[in-house]
């Protein structure tokens, strides 16, 4: 009963640490979004982030149990960022390591809460402080011989407000998935035509429409009887990396494709060919005003582009690992909820942003989950001494050989 006491006191307190961070990377990720350059210090960007890197460290380290898939996820992460020095894949591994004794449910909830109240403050500050926010910059869409203007809600640009309001799609869907109804349908079809209706965001709506077609799909198929299909959805964010390279090479200038995909064959062509390297193990370095003037809306670009081969391989398994639990599982409400961002992180770079993308570190938590061989820091300590003193013991009876 002690144990038991004491245990729930650890889960809520790792809670509270969980919760704490969490807000610390929304209100970062916020500032950055809805507020113009400069208008928050850098320092204080910079704060949020290494605070929520120093509390996810902290949770790692009063942890009380660990396994080899977490160890070998946190070292892998950290060597990442120390050759690309970019956080997001150290960020995602400990954000998922801290939730592992943090039931899902929670994880879903707290997100979109906290997303929810920030969404209120950004359409609130977008109406009525619009000289502070990115919302004053005014955008139009040609639509016949007729400029229309799109609303940005406050995000700044008007394809953000899809991206800021994803986790609360994600998370309707998870929680309705297994009641799913003509009513749920209803709520977020009409939901999704009316932000379209004032953003005229077509990556948005034809995202938003496509997963709930998957929705659909997922609910029906079987995939013990349809192992083709279990394939094509685990390897589906290879399949769309491989699209994302052919349309960027071969038809990069494109007429049609450019049009459709609002330029983007164009700007990743620059990133990857002309302005950079295909193959670079740890990622390119770009001027600013390249980067200003050629905006890098896919996240399979952006990481080969900016993190380079090596973390481009690291992620996709992880990808590719996670799927397939869910699917051997028969998972489908988190196979749904990932394939959402993946499906839209082909025309966005959503997928390493932990700011909208909670699906991503649930993934990596079942992975770790996955592997049930826990140790503590001195069964771990102890384990290293006895395969050292095994090597040792092979080492000598070779040398008396």
């Not at 330029?263 to 600013?288: A, C, D, M």
Request: net charge positive; charged share 15%; aromatic share 16%.
């Amino acid at each position: 009963m002690g144990e038991m006491r004491i245990k729930n006191r650890s889960v809520d307190f790792n809670k509270v640490l969980y919760t704490i961070t969490l807000v610390l990377i929304l209100l970062r990720k916020y500032s950055i979004s809805m507020f113009g350059d400069g208008t928050i210090p850098t320092s204080i960007l910079s704060g949020l982030f290494y605070g929520s890197i120093l509390l996810l460290f902290i949770q790692f380290i009063i942890k009380k149990k660990h396994n080899t898939t977490e160890l070998m996820l946190f070292f892998i992460a950290c060597n990442l960022y120390l050759f690309t020095r970019e956080g997001s894949i150290l960020t995602i591994i400990l954000l998922s390591i801290s939730i592992i004794d943090i039931n899902d449910d929670y994880v879903v909830k707290s997100y979109m809460i906290i997303t929810s109240i920030f969404i209120i403050c950004s359409v609130l500050f977008g109406t009525f402080a619009p000289d502070y926010v990115r919302a004053s910059e005014t955008h139009y869409r040609v639509i016949g011989s007729d400029y229309v203007a799109r609303q940005t809600f406050g995000f700044g640009n008007p394809n953000s407000t899809f991206l800021f309001i994803l986790p609360l799609y994600a998370g309707y869907i998870y929680f309705r998935f297994d009641k799913y109804n003509i009513y749920d349908r209803l709520i977020l079809l009409v939901t999704t035509l009316f932000i379209y209706s004032r953003t005229m965001s077509r990556t948005g709506v034809i995202t938003i429409i496509g997963i709930l077609l998957i929705v659909e799909f997922l609910r029906a198929i079987d995939f013990s009887k349809y192992k083709f299909m279990a394939r094509l959805f685990k390897l589906s964010p290879l399949i769309l990396l491989i699209i994302s390279l052919i349309i960027s090479i071969p038809f990069a200038n494109n007429a049609l494709l450019n049009s459709v995909l609002a330029s983007r064959p164009r700007y990743w062509n620059k990133y990857i060919v002309t302005q950079g390297n295909l193959f670079t193990l740890f990622g390119n370095s770009y001027p600013p005003d390249m980067k200003t003037a050629n905006p890098l809306d896919s996240s399979y670009i952006y990481m080969l582009a900016i993190l380079g081969v090596v973390s481009l391989v690291v992620f996709t398994y992880i990808l590719y690992k996670g799927l397939e639990i869910f699917i051997n599982k028969n998972e489908k409400k988190y196979l749904v909820i990932v394939m959402m961002f993946i499906i839209y992180a082909f025309a966005e770079n959503i997928l390493l942003e932990i700011g909208y993308n909670f699906t991503i570190i649930l993934l990596v938590k079942h992975i770790i989950i996955n592997n049930t061989d826990y140790f503590t820091k001195k069964e771990f300590i102890k384990k290293i001494k006895n395969r050292d003193f095994n090597i040792k013991n092979k080492f000598r009876r070779l040398k008396k050989c």
